[in-house]
């Protein structure tokens, strides 16, 4: 109220407060998938690539890209588990791909969710509304894989 006279809308407060230049702003740094999975495995850490699956849909990374990247960066595992959901809310299940291409390429495999909203008001976790189901067996691995 002090800084404006009024209470800003959500674009006059970053253009104002957060933006470079400006009193709030603080410069964002980025580390290559290389670095990050050095610092990652310094600190005793497991190196997973996240969700490859929205690399293709979102970026348009190739198979090939996937692969140039797990060679760069040399990761433990991949999330093949994964399933995308695009835009329009379609459900994208790549998972037998994306586990295939860990078996070639020496990688264990994780499972991941987002966060997504069920009729628009109530956000849930996991894959709530689908038949996906993963055995026993595999979930006991991504455990044991995690906890090496």
């Known amino acids: 109220m002090v800084d404006f006279g009024h209470i800003p809308n959500k674009g006059e407060f970053i253009e104002t407060i957060m933006n470079e230049n400006c009193p709030a702003y603080v410069r964002?740094?980025?580390?290559?998938?290389?670095?990050?999975?050095?610092?990652?495995?310094?600190?005793?850490?497991?190196?997973v690539l996240a969700h490859p699956?929205?690399?293709?849909?979102?970026?348009?990374?190739?198979?090939?890209?996937?692969?140039?990247?797990?060679k760069e960066m040399q990761p433990d595992g991949i999330e093949a588990n994964y399933l995308y959901i695009d835009r329009n809310g379609k459900?994208?299940?790549?998972?037998?791909?994306?586990?295939?291409?860990?078996?070639?390429?020496n990688l264990f495999v994780t499972v991941g969710t987002d966060?997504?909203?069920?009729?628009?008001?109530?956000?849930?976790?996991?894959?709530?509304?689908?038949?996906f189901k993963l055995e026993d067996e595999v979930i006991d691995k991504i455990i044991e894989n995690m906890e090496k």
């Open 53 to 70: 699956v929205a690399y293709v849909h979102e970026d348009n990374f190739t198979d090939e890209d996937i692969l140039k990247l797990v």
């Open 115 to 131: 966060f997504h909203k069920k009729e628009g008001v109530y956000k849930e976790i996991g894959f709530v509304n689908t038949d």
């Open 91 to 105: 459900i994208i299940d790549e998972t037998n791909k994306w586990n295939k291409f860990a078996k070639e390429n």
């Open 28 to 47: 964002k740094r980025t580390l290559t998938p290389k670095k990050a999975a050095k610092v990652i495995r310094k600190a005793g850490g497991k190196v």
